[in-house]
């Protein structure tokens, strides 16, 4: 049996390693890790070798063809100067010219009573705090393409100086329509002040090659047809060490193999281990393993993302009552915080599996606020974080999967249509809709 409970001696070890942090280290020192850019190359190198030294088997790197993105030069300029600014991943090369319309929080409503049509829309990267759930960036973009927009800009709501970043398109729609680009709070506040209803310039000048990313992975444990899926993402965004986003689910998973390793003999399910390239430009590596992968087999899914910058752990379940339980399981044993949520988490990639109805969690950090903070900025780096933290949470999660292999341990699955229905019911369907990315039929079949 997988259990663990019996056993503490694992625990010292995994609060001495230095694997994970050591890996954070060389990820953020790679720089550019975008999708598809050598910079991801080396960091899917860098992990599948510290799978290989954590004790897997099997250490390889998946690689799949993918639309390459690749910066060039952008502004954003009204009649006193021209303001600095960063073109949004997927954005279109392009040069707008038109009035600005400031619409705030840029909900569903601020663009139906607004005209926009032809005209440089820019909204918050916040949310309102009464609206009853979080409306994505692309999200935004999307009702601004389709009202007729000319170009979007994307606001930070976190001061400092910081113009946020995130991909506008798809995997099925990987280059936007209209020229996207992502401002400070500041330069924001500016062009509210100074240009509302004058003339501003977006420009944007990009390269679209065809180019080759990879899903990087390891296996612990039995040879069994069942697997539990242990996942993060290599990817960062261009401008930013991806420090938290998300070089820190990729140490920590790095950290968890290095820890079950030891008790390897003592594993009753095959836990295999994934870093997916591609996840910040539409969950492109995450989606190609899920068609790849039985999913049959897979018993669960612990997807880590953007966690160590918050103590806490926060664990999405998506309405999987085996998984809810087991998360209390966890924090009855260590006597320790877990924060649990069972709204849906379209965002990460757990998501191309759950939708199918496998069981999975969304593992990230629990911080106050809504939003990223300095996630998807240039502020993403690694002085921010805590090797403390790290490994409390290697820890935990190092417990969680061992209780998730453990033969006695059953999750049930979900029906497609009860995660569409929980969509629907938490509003968060209409979204997908606008961006195309709803995957399923009127019977909540999902569309293959």
Known sequence: MTDLSERTDWIGDAFTSDAGWSLLEDLVDVGNRMAGQPGEREGLELVRDALADAGC???????????????????????????????????PSGTATADLVDLGYGVPSDFEEADVEGKVVMVSSDTPDDFDRFIHRTEKYYYAVDHGAAAFVFRNHVEGCLPPTGSVGTDDDPIGDIPAVGVSAEVGARLARRAEGDSVTVDVDCETPEATSGNAMAELGPDTDEEVLVSSHVDAHDIAEGAMDNGAGTATIVEVATALAGMEDELDTRVRFVAYGAEEVG????????????????????????NVFGRTLSLSTHGFDDLTAA????????????????????????????????????????????GRGWGHTEADTLEKLEPRNLREQAILLTALVADLADADT?????????????????????????????????DGTVIE
């Open 57 to 91: 088997r099997n250490a390889r790197i998946d690689e799949f063809e993918l639309q390459g993105w690749e910066r060039g030069d952008a502004g954003i300029a009204d009649g006193r100067r021209r303001e600095p600014c960063i073109a949004l991943p997927r954005s």
């Open 283 to 306: 969950l492109v590596g995450s989606g190609v393993e899920a068609e790849r992968a039985d999913r049959d087999a897979i018993e669960a899914i612990v997807n880590v993302d953007s």
């Open 327 to 370: 998360a209390e399981r966890l924090a009855d044993r260590f006597d320790h915080p877990v924060s649990t949520s069972e709204e849906q988490v379209p965002h990460s990639d757990h998501w191309p599996f759950v939708i199918h109805g496998v069981p999975g969690y969304m593992v990230s950090g629990e911080t106050e606020g809504r």
């Open 410 to 442: 059953d999750v049930a699955r979900r029906e497609p249509s009860e995660i569409a229905a929980a969509l629907e019911a938490e509003d968060k369907a209409t979204g997908m809709k606008v961006i195309g990315d709803w995957p399923y039929d009127e």
